[in-house]
């Protein structure tokens, strides 16, 4: 964590100083904003935390909820989500509260007594074999919350507009601010000093995100199809305190047995677990009566699911019944096929693709769709990209939600399996851990794009596929020898990161950052010429040998930048492979980085962008300058 | 994290429900008080955070300031505070802010050039080494306001009283609040609402601390002598934002020079560090003169030391100039020699002990003293233990005190010498690797008393020595097989801790379970009727075979108790050794753990009281017995 670069913080550190439209925010909704956020779900309040990194764009958020979410709804975090909490600041805390995946167990009837269940499996969680961080279980209000916190304490200060509703909108041809934004307010805001319900508004804004969820009026607005089946089987779930001889009521296990399933999730705190309880299958008349089964007709099945033991539910926190739908829109923005025109609105989340909750998967893929778009919208905002760049938030992740609800769509039929329809008790097991990359929301690669480049020079860092998420590795800090983590310096800023490894014999490293260093380079021509030196491309350089042998005096001034309103030189941007006494790790070898130095471009949301030998300077500037603007 | 057993927590689960005292805190100081805490640095803040867990207690906390410390003072961060700081909820907090002290170098004149310095020796921090926690490096403001939000977050909801002055105290002889102490609002209170600066106060308490610092105005009122001597030897201190070509501005260093000698702090947030510059001796007539010399000379005595190298301070964020000296006060407490009585009045902190601050002992040892006292007191004013808990105080720190007295004063020598009196270049580093274990705060080890049992059963648990603190190690949580420390799940809630170690076979714990179980065991004879059957002792089991072939419902229902509203049973009393798949440690191997099986009791501020073998049922009872009263 690096701060008093802008003088002494005596405080938090977390809270960052405000700044432009952060300095004096109205309390009210202005009628004119840049970017109006719809929904205070898990996408929109990631959207929000990053959006108050960028303080020159006004961004507001409404949501209909009267305050922050309470109960329910999502709370499986996949280790990507993780990473990302830990861009945005939290990841330490929401680790200690959370619960833990550390096993996944499997259940099925006993075959001297089918009348009863027995645990046929242990699996080893994959969380931590593929990222430095866990698979956790946490109640999406909390998640919610370090968000808002987040958007709070950035620089411009951003808090939901609790209590509005999206009422429509039109997409105009030209000015300033083209959407025309119809709202409500439902309920007193939070302060309560205005009586205002039901007094409707009209806000034109640059851009709109639709984050309100699987009956979106944003989708509705602009003219979307959900497109899908809803399946003819439901399943209700219930957040429950319970008393039980179960002995894997804190793990989580997949339950099969003669009289239905259960999905067994275990939640923070120690003693709630959440349970998703087979209903069968819905006749096709039902017309959604199955939803108004009570709580009492889900306990009983549940206790007769897991015969021979029993649960005693002492209190219910949550409970609901839901019939497992599988669809996608066919649009994720406002331009219809064949248009060429800027986008103006935007779907994410369950706006655009609603599935099963099963695979655990839907909270952290919409974080994904809010940190796809979030920095683009900044980046155009700021004059930094073309909005061009806009383009790029449907094409990549349609695909994504695509890949999502047809792996949803196995698992989910997978785990409402009869046993007689179970030939392999190990099976589903196996695609447990063989489909494990999936559900941590690993396996997204985009494809080459104005923001992707091509995989020409993969074999330079076989360990930074191009267009996946970039995987942190330890390093060794150099101006104090510490181990830390290379990928945790990124903060969720907006900035595109410049990873430099240096050539084994230094000629190479040294003639990139004299480039790197002239007034032609694209440090110097995509930088406004008043900003710090590493305010759109942070710049950094990971030494071969061990970090006592740099001799940071000689290593170029480029990795040494001096920022900040006191012009102090910036330490923490030049590292050195381990292993040293604080780690085991040579990012080199854990990264397949090749000896000869490689430059690996990483997006402001930790996509790896390209993959560049030292002297392929004029392909890195000839890459970025295909999303950043010349600035002088 | 616990939480959700009295019901479902929607919001932050690290604030606890109000309770007792904290239900209707009285904004303003009331006339009565069951603890008065005078002074709110670390051994005040701690006690006050230590004390929110006593809600049937009323504790204030007076504070001189107006408000929270903003600048300044102590940073040195032991392991054992982190430790510490676990067990009140905000360790991983803190060591994500705060400077990690990877390496300690030390530099000294160059052979061939005695003007100028080189570095000599690079040293390893011993901090992750001994302890799983780090040794930092932080301002003692942040850790100041996380004890502050522990205080306000806990069941009693304390909050300092700012803008009280200490004018003086009398212990009378008898009554319920028998320490009358007289105090002045020198300011506004932080809310303002009453113009009140000047007004004297009488308040009534059953104990007092005073954890008021070096000029301590308790310890004048009770008459304690400060004892020691100051040296003749100054040193300036400043917090600066600088640039410089010191490559080592990074990293903690000892530099010394034929100009003088600089103890060199990185601080947290990656640019500020803190320097001790010797001023050199200091004339017998100097009337502390030295104390005004001007930041300049600071500056520029550092400069001169660092040839050949510069500083360009950018900005000073605190200085100070300080002459070393050595004290310790002759009483801890309100008891004079030879008289045996209940203490009412406490010192702690710099209040009893002042000495330099380059050993970075001084907030911990402070700590400590709170830590040591917050607990006893709690268990006196809830009638769990008798009046004579308090006088192992002052028994057991005061020996702490001139330990650190004695080890400060060889390592400031050490520091102040000149380069003609060192004759090996490498005997600094050699004594710090050596001593290495004192200043990271684990070599306090209590001698025997009604608190601390005998070494006799040492040898069934080499690696947990009685007296010293109990060292957290890996081991696994049956119920979800999640590797976990098991030192972690004691926090600072005035409990003790007794961690059964099965033998082999498993009949000596059952055995020893049965026993618990009976209603004449300590567990039942000193537990409240009315209270949950861990409230005063939490007793835990971990079984030396995987975690997998531990059998929960054969597990002795004393290791799974229903506690709380809704009686729920506790998941989290059950362990196992690993290794398993997610830790490599088997505890009994790493601390020497007799596989016959042995009883560790560890007391509520995590020293180890006792060892004991599973056989030895009258001896826990007993032991236990002489600080715990029956209560029923």
């Known amino acids: 964590m690096q701060f008093h670069h802008h003088g002494y913080v005596s405080g938090d550190p977390r809270v960052q100083p405000a700044a432009g439209a952060g300095l004096d925010r109205p309390a009210e909704l202005p009628d004119e904003v840049d970017v109006l956020i719809v929904g205070s779900g898990p996408a929109g309040m990631l959207l929000a935390a990053q959006m108050s990194q960028f303080p020159d764009v006004v961004t507001r958020v409404v949501g209909r909820r009267p305050g922050r979410l309470a109960l329910g709804q999502a709370d499986g975090i996949q280790p990507r989500s993780v990473e990302t909490f830990q861009a945005f600041g939290f990841a330490e805390r929401i680790v200690a509260e959370a619960y833990n995946i550390g096993w996944m167990n499997f259940w099925g009837p006993d075959p001297a007594d089918p009348g009863h269940i027995v645990r046929t499996t242990r699996t080893e969680d994959y969380g931590l074999k593929i990222s430095e961080f866990p698979h956790l279980i946490v109640n999406q209000a909390r998640v919610l919350d370090y968000f808002a916190e987040a958007a709070a304490q950035g620089p411009a200060r951003i808090v939901p507009d609790w209590g509005v509703e999206f009422l429509g909108l039109q997409v105009h041809e030209s000015g300033e601010h083209p959407v025309e934004v119809r709202l409500r307010h439902v309920a007193e805001d939070a302060d309560g000093t205005e009586a205002r319900a039901g007094r409707e508004r009209t806000v034109r804004a640059t851009f709109v995100a639709g984050c309100d969820g699987a009956r979106s009026g944003v989708r509705t607005a602009i003219g979307c199809r959900h497109v899908g089946v809803a399946s003819a089987h439901a399943w209700g779930v219930m957040d429950v305190l319970v008393n039980t001889d179960f002995p894997d009521w804190r793990i989580k296990c997949a339950i099969t047995s003669a009289a239905g399933n259960i999905l067994h999730i275990p939640r923070e705190g120690g003693y709630l677990s959440r349970m998703y309880i087979d209903l069968g299958a819905v006749a096709e008349d039902d017309n959604h009566r199955v939803r108004s089964t009570p709580i009492e007709e889900i306990v009983r099945r549940a206790n007769a699911i897991l015969s021979p033991y029993s649960i005693d539910v002492r209190q219910v ?40 909750a099963k695979a655990g998967q839907g909270m952290n893929v919409s974080m994904q769709d809010g940190f796809n778009l979030g920095w683009k919208l900044g980046a155009v905002l700021t004059g930094r990209s073309p909005e061009t760049l806009l383009a790029t938030y449907a094409a990549e992740r349609r695909p994504v939600a695509q890949e999502l609800i047809d792996f949803d769509r196995e698992w989910s039929s997978l785990m409402a399996r009869r046993p007689e329809e179970i030939t392999d008790p190990q099976d589903l097991a196996t695609h447990y851990l063989a489909t494990a990359e999936f559900p941590s929301g690993f396996m997204t690669r985009y494809p080459p794009s104005s923001i992707v480049g091509s995989d020409e020079h993969q074999h330079l860092a076989t ?82 040998c061990d970090y006592a042998e740099v001799d940071l005096p000689a290593v170029p001034p480029v990795f040494l930048p001096r920022t900040g309103p006191l012009g102090l030189m910036d330490w923490e941007k030049v590292y050195a492979a381990g292993p040293n006494a604080w780690t085991d790790v040579d990012i080199f070898t854990e990264r397949g980085l090749s000896r000869e130095g490689v430059v690996v471009v990483v997006r402001p949301d930790q996509y790896v962008a390209h993959v560049l030998p030292l002297t392929a300077t004029a392909e890195l500037a000839d890459f970025l300058g295909r999303s950043l603007l010349p600035q002088r």
């Not at 064949?338 to 099963?356: E, I, K, Y």
């Not at 406004?528 to 071969?544: S, T």
Request: charged share 20%; proline share 6%.
């Open 317 to 356: 926190a949550w409970h609901s019944v839901y019939e497992v739908g599988h669809r996608v829109t066919d649009r994720f923005d406002d331009v219809l096929p064949g248009v060429a025109r800027t986008p103006r609105v935007f779907l994410t989340g369950d706006a655009c693709h609603t599935h099963s």
């Open 463 to 544: 360990g930074y596929p191009v267009g996946m998420r970039f995987k942190s590795a330890q390093v060794v800090r150099v101006c104090d020898g510490n181990a830390v983590h290379l990928g945790h310096h990124a903060r969720a800023d907006g900035r595109w990161r410049i990873y430099a490894f240096p050539d084994s014999g230094g000629s190479a490293l040294a003639q990139w950052a004299a480039w790197l260093a002239t007034p032609s380079s694209p440090l110097a021509r995509f930088t406004p010429a008043d900003a710090d030196v590493d305010a759109v491309l942070d710049v950094k350089v990971i030494y071969q």
